[in-house]
């Protein structure tokens, strides 16, 4: 009998459950990727014109790739809270805005928790993002395997306080720094659990701030090339590459932000342009951008190969389900702005991929453009780890559309932004058809329930785009549609939406007991 155990602890794949007759089916084991900032579009295999992604265009031409993929919050930590939970911010009430923190109570209904309940050895590698309010360097006890941190990560680690946890790691560079975690995940995973990774990189957001050069003001240091720095200028990546290409930056690069979103609504001055990030930029500035943006993410694709040759070394890549997804996205110089928190589908939608091993072939490579959201997220991992979702989870199985492309979906999808510093507004718009509507209010930090009940309220400013004739979503089509059928029709839906979700946020927050911060 003793025989028997030891070849099969020899024979079995790590994290390769061996199922028992009469028992459940074999767990799949699941890596969910996160990316910072990363906008939709911007893998070569995704249509990129000259960034260079290999590794990730091979792992999507054997995925479902969801080219509709919208976040629910376009701001980093409370997306990352709407991605774990499975909710709009307006519902769990965190962000770094808001009045409230997340407790115990609604942890226990995160994907990891849920996973970790039922027998799954659960890993974080990165950036969680959601210790600005809770669990203050308690998160780590949440995971089986934990090498993460809160904010954001330097490029060069080291000299961050907060990446104690990649000290040990041989890279300075944060994203290979992240692979060797990776490695240290998968030599340390059982035998005998199913496990689930998130690995959330902090690329390509790392690329616009004085961590590549230290010593020099943010302010400056786009103006400079990453390349002169002694300590990149030979690096295969990170040093010179795609510096000689011709780069079309923006047009509106520079340009008056005030003909897209006016002054009254979000004043550029009050943080906005140049506090914390760059994004005031001019031509020299913004094109580095795009350069040290498009590295990095060329620095993510290998590291991601490197993922994809692990599980298949280790005879994991048959049972595994890669998802792929970003915070959100990133305005660079478009409508004469930097930034995120705005519903323009640039900074809020995101590229979007799930590689399933049972999927089938007809699937593979494939297109799905059914209107998804970042609140799917959690009741995907949760349909391929065979957990049934709590009530409260407000998105769909992606599975149903990767095994049954005609799957009835929804048609039409609710954005919202209540990310309010630095002078930007509430936002609430919906997706229907070719159609996006917004309406802004004026933002308050500190927001409480009645701040974001806006019934009977007269929108600050309102935008109408077709972004089937104006992809770019410059054209604001308010004044000539009002009146219109179309415009009170979206309208009324984004107000039935908003104020749906008060009332469940009413419900929910007695439920949970939710706490407030402040
Ligand atoms: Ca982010």
Redesign the pocket.
Known sequence: MRTIIVLVAVLLPVGMVLPVAGSEPVKKNIVFLLT??QRDNTFSGMGHPWVKTPHVDRLMRQAVRFSNAYIAEP??SP?RVSILTGMHERVHGIGFTSSYKLNERQWETTYPALLRDHGYHVGFIGKIGIEYYTFRNRVADKFDFWRGHNGWAKFFHRTASNCDMYRRCEADIITPAMGECIDDFFNGIPVDKPFCLSVSFSVP?GSQTKSMYPNIPAARDMMIPAGDNPKLKDHPIYGNLYRDLKIDIPVETGSDPYRFIPKRVMDQSKGRASRTYKYDYDPVSCKEHHVRYYQQITGLDREIGELVETLKRKRLWRNTVIIFA???GLLMGEYGMGG?ALLYDLASKIPCFIYSPDMKDSVRGTTCDKLVSSLDFATTILDYAGIEPPQHMAGRSLRMLIDNPSTQWRTELFLENLYTGRDTPFSEGIRQGDWKYIRMFDGVVDYGEGDVNFAGRKPDFEQLFNLKEDPRETVNLIDKYEGSELLKKLRHKVATHSETLNRQRDVYKKAVSATARR
């Open positions: 910072d900032d701001t980093c997306s957001h970003s915070d959100h995120k």
